[in-house]
């Protein structure tokens, strides 16, 4: 990722310097493959042998003990023409931008009003990074009990407070998935806020002392000086939180594991159903690896967009 | 005020009575929003919480009861797993990280560009979409022809390949000066020496970085350890909080105290090591 653009002018001046300098003696060649041994026999058995396998099961019908046979793009049509695949990329979709929109728009407010160097805001600042750090699975479980769909449940008392509700929550179709990202914008808001909080320190306080001067407004150091200078930031957000809601899955697991009816399914939940509950690995892989694809897609978009934009 | 105090809001330059109150509103709002939950948590696994209705934030009658039942239900020796996971899994990892740090950073040699890019390739690839194939692996790993399902070891290799770890701490040993290098190795000193003794040490802040954000990611596990953990004699804390809220006559008061014990170490982790975190937090973002 970003890490491309800022490699060649890093590495130039350090080539410059070697050809100026006579190579500097670093002891025999195999030394440094010592040093990575570890980690190439890591990653080559934990990523890059699943991801060839996950290729290679998806283009094959996978049965244990009988050997797979090749069935070319069968699983990938059988997938797609899924009607719950289909249904369950509509779901990831929804709520990777829910969950990604929401998380940046309050990330970003929260970080406008917590900036700053007083202790109070230290002290505000790590209360409200807590979800972040909390297991996924201990978020999950809290918020079960807090979407409890009787009208004595926690939220639900709440809403009784504004004369709304009860709302069935995660257990009415309709609420669901907005409820999923709900819990979802809880956990990640916080995390874009600290993200938000590194971009705003790296704005020059100048600018603002300047727009001040000039007369302008609140809304218009915002417009003009804040958001500006948060760019690269509000794009690295964009991609984090956009691939992190295509991933969902223990969240969905456990609150509601797809349901009520499917309105919940994304594909993560449905390729652990596919793989583990019905045992089809060929399809669930297929599923997999066209999720693979959109993250990359994505990814890959807005890398360039940036670049367009910066150059 | 000054420049350099500057924000985006200027709130801080607004000291009147009615400015005040708005941001104490604010601030308590946005206190009860995020931590209120948590502390709805704290309390409620310490009262007698029997339905899910219960739960609050005002303290009735404390008890132990909940962490009681917890423990009858297998919930320390969850713990222990989680422990013996996060423990092994980090020393791996962080183990893994700094020898291949040291070679990335340290060291010219042909295809080193080709290794580099292919570890930063995997940050791209959700650990989730291996999953289903990665189980396969476990169950009978390459030339080796062991299985790891239903172990806990099962969850602990995987976490080796971790290349955020590695970025940074290539990225922190470029920057050791090579005068010192070059002064150990006209002392004689050997190339592990040098790793151990030279360039490890002043490593310290990026070994910080990579352990505590280490820790929460390990801590944080779900779906790996769900696929490997056949059985519940090797479930994770987290996941066992499922099984329990499953059982019918396990109360949410017990979930919850459990939920505590799951959540209480990367909280502890955090609090303790908030400017490393926020350190690799910022690095994974811009560099991620």
Same mark, same amino acid.
């Given at each position: 990722?970003?890490?491309? /653009?800022?490699?060649?002018?890093?590495?130039?001046?350090?080539?410059?310097?070697?050809?100026?300098?006579?190579?500097?003696?670093?002891?025999?060649?195999?030394?440094?493959?010592?040093?990575?041994?570890?980690?190439?026999?890591?990653?080559? +058995?934990?990523?890059?042998?699943?991801?060839?396998?996950?290729?290679?099961?998806?283009?094959? /019908?996978?049965?244990? +003990?009988?050997?797979?046979?090749?069935?070319?793009?069968?699983?990938?049509?059988?997938?797609?023409?899924?009607?719950?695949?289909?249904?369950?990329?509509?779901?990831?979709?929804?709520?990777?931008?829910?969950?990604?929109?929401?998380?940046?728009?309050?990330?970003?407010?929260?970080?406008?009003?917590?900036?700053?160097?007083?202790?109070?805001?230290?002290?505000?600042?790590?209360?409200?990074?807590?979800?972040?750090?909390?297991?996924?699975?201990?978020?999950?479980?809290?918020?079960?009990?807090? +979407?409890?769909?009787?009208?004595?449940?926690?939220?639900?008392?709440?809403?009784?407070?504004?004369?709304?509700?009860?709302?069935?929550?995660?257990?009415?179709?309709?609420?669901?998935?907005?409820?999923?990202?709900?819990?979802?914008?809880?956990?990640?808001?916080?995390?874009?806020?600290?993200?938000?909080?590194?971009?705003?320190?790296?704005?020059?306080?100048?600018?603002?002392?300047?727009?001040?001067?000039?007369?302008?407004?609140?809304?218009?150091?915002?417009?003009?000086?804040?958001?500006?200078?948060?760019?690269?930031?509000?794009?690295?957000?964009?991609?984090?939180?956009?691939?992190?809601?295509?991933?969902?899955?223990?969240?969905?697991?456990?609150?509601?594991?797809?349901?009520?009816?499917?309105?919940?399914?994304?594909?993560?939940?449905?390729?652990?159903?596919?793989?583990? /509950?019905?045992?089809?690995?060929?399809?669930?892989?297929?599923?997999?690896?066209?999720?693979?694809?959109?993250?990359?897609?994505?990814?890959?978009?807005?890398?360039?967009?940036?670049?367009?934009?910066?150059? | 005020?000054?420049?350099?105090?500057?924000? %985006?809001?200027?709130?801080?330059?607004?000291?009147?009575?009615? %400015?005040?109150?708005?941001?104490?509103?604010?601030? %308590?709002?946005?206190?009860?929003?995020?931590?209120?939950?948590?502390?709805?948590?704290?309390?409620?696994?310490?009262?007698?919480?029997?339905?899910?209705?219960?739960?609050?934030?005002?303290?009735?009658?404390?008890?132990?009861?909940?962490?009681? *039942?917890?423990?009858?239900?297998?919930?320390?020796?969850?713990?222990?797993?989680?422990?013996?996971?996060?423990?092994?899994?980090?020393?791996?990892?962080?183990?893994?990280?700094?020898?291949?740090?040291?070679?990335?950073?340290?060291?010219?040699?042909?295809?080193?560009?080709?290794?580099?890019?292919?570890?930063?390739?995997?940050?791209?690839?959700?650990?989730?979409?291996?999953?289903?194939?990665?189980?396969?692996?476990?169950?009978?790993?390459?030339?080796?022809?062991?299985?790891?399902?239903?172990?806990?070891?099962?969850?602990?290799?995987?976490?080796?390949?971790?290349?955020?770890?590695?970025?940074?701490?290539?990225?922190?040993?470029?920057?050791?000066?090579?005068?010192?290098?070059?002064?150990?190795?006209?002392?004689?000193?050997?190339?592990?020496?040098?790793?151990?003794?030279?360039?490890?040490?002043?490593?310290?802040?990026?070994?910080?970085?990579?352990?505590?954000?280490?820790?929460?990611?390990?801590?944080?596990?779900?779906?790996?350890?769900?696929?490997?953990?056949?059985?519940?004699?090797?479930?994770?804390?987290?996941?066992?909080?499922?099984?329990?809220?499953?059982?019918?006559?396990?109360?949410?008061?017990?979930?919850?105290?459990?939920?505590?014990?799951?959540?209480?170490?990367? *909280?502890?982790?955090?609090?303790?090591?908030?400017?490393?975190?926020?350190?690799?937090?910022?690095?994974?973002?811009?560099?991620?």
């Amino acid at each position: 990722m970003s890490v491309k /653009e800022a490699a060649p002018p890093r590495a130039a001046p350090r080539q410059h310097g070697q050809t100026a300098k006579p190579r500097r003696r670093s002891g025999q060649w195999w030394v440094p493959w010592l040093f990575l041994a570890p980690a190439l026999i890591l990653f080559l +058995y934990f990523k890059f042998i699943p991801m060839a396998q996950a290729v290679s099961m998806s283009v094959q /019908e996978v049965r244990p +003990y009988l050997g797979n046979t090749w069935v070319g793009t069968a699983n990938y049509s059988e997938i797609l023409s899924s009607d719950s695949f289909r249904s369950a990329m509509g779901n990831t979709i929804v709520l990777a931008i829910g969950q990604t929109f929401g998380s940046m728009v309050l990330g970003f407010g929260l970080a406008l009003l917590v900036e700053g160097q007083t202790r109070k805001l230290t002290f505000i600042r790590s209360a409200a990074f807590l979800p972040v750090v909390v297991p996924l699975a201990v978020v999950a479980e809290l918020w079960r009990i807090m +979407y409890h769909p009787t009208s004595d449940g926690l939220l639900n008392q709440l809403l009784g407070l504004i004369g709304l509700g009860p709302s069935g929550f995660i257990n009415d179709p309709d609420t669901s998935l907005a409820s999923i990202a709900v819990t979802g914008i809880w956990r990640g808001a916080p995390y874009d806020m600290m993200i938000f909080l590194a971009g705003l320190a790296g704005i020059d306080r100048g600018l603002y002392e300047a727009a001040t001067v000039d007369g302008a407004s609140t809304r218009q150091r915002i417009l003009h000086v804040t958001l500006p200078g948060l760019r690269p930031v509000f794009a690295i957000l964009f991609v984090l939180a956009a691939v992190r809601g295509f991933r969902s899955f223990t969240e969905v697991f456990l609150l509601t594991n797809g349901g009520p009816n499917g309105s919940t399914e994304v594909v993560m939940t449905l390729i652990y159903k596919l793989g583990l /509950e019905q045992n089809r690995l060929g399809v669930g892989s297929a599923g997999a690896v066209l999720l693979f694809v959109a993250t990359l897609v994505l990814t890959v978009c807005v890398q360039l967009l940036r670049r367009r934009r910066t150059a | 005020m000054s420049a350099a105090t500057e924000t %985006a809001l200027g709130l801080t330059e607004r000291t009147g009575p009615v %400015a005040k109150a708005i941001k104490f509103v604010v601030y %308590a709002g946005l206190f009860v929003v995020f931590a209120g939950p948590l502390l709805a948590l704290l309390v409620s696994s310490f009262n007698h919480v029997s339905d899910p209705t219960q739960l609050s934030i005002i303290p009735k009658s404390p008890t132990l009861d909940n962490f009681r *039942v917890a423990f009858d239900h297998g919930v320390l020796r969850y713990l222990a797993n989680s422990f013996f996971v996060v423990g092994f899994g980090l020393l791996l990892q962080v183990a893994v990280s700094v020898l291949a740090g040291y070679a990335l950073a340290r060291k010219k040699f042909r295809f080193m560009t080709l290794v580099m890019v292919a570890i930063l390739a995997t940050m791209m690839l959700p650990e989730e979409i291996l999953a289903l194939p990665l189980t396969l692996v476990l169950a009978d790993l390459p030339l080796v022809h062991l299985n790891l399902m239903g172990t806990l070891a099962g969850m602990i290799v995987p976490l080796g390949a971790w290349a955020f770890s590695i970025l940074v701490m290539t990225e922190f040993m470029k920057d050791v000066p090579p005068e010192l290098e070059e002064a150990a190795r006209i002392d004689g000193a050997g190339e592990f020496r040098i790793f151990a003794q030279i360039i490890l040490p002043l490593c310290k802040p990026a070994l910080g970085v990579i352990g505590v954000f280490g820790f929460t990611m390990i801590w944080d596990q779900y779906l790996l350890p769900l696929l490997v953990a056949t059985n519940s004699n090797a479930y994770t804390l987290p996941l066992a909080l499922r099984t329990l809220r499953i059982d019918p006559v396990v109360t949410p008061g017990v979930v919850m105290a459990a939920s505590l014990l799951a959540l209480l170490p990367s *909280v502890v982790v955090f609090l303790l090591f908030q400017r490393s975190f926020a350190r690799g937090l910022t690095a994974g973002a811009l560099k991620g």
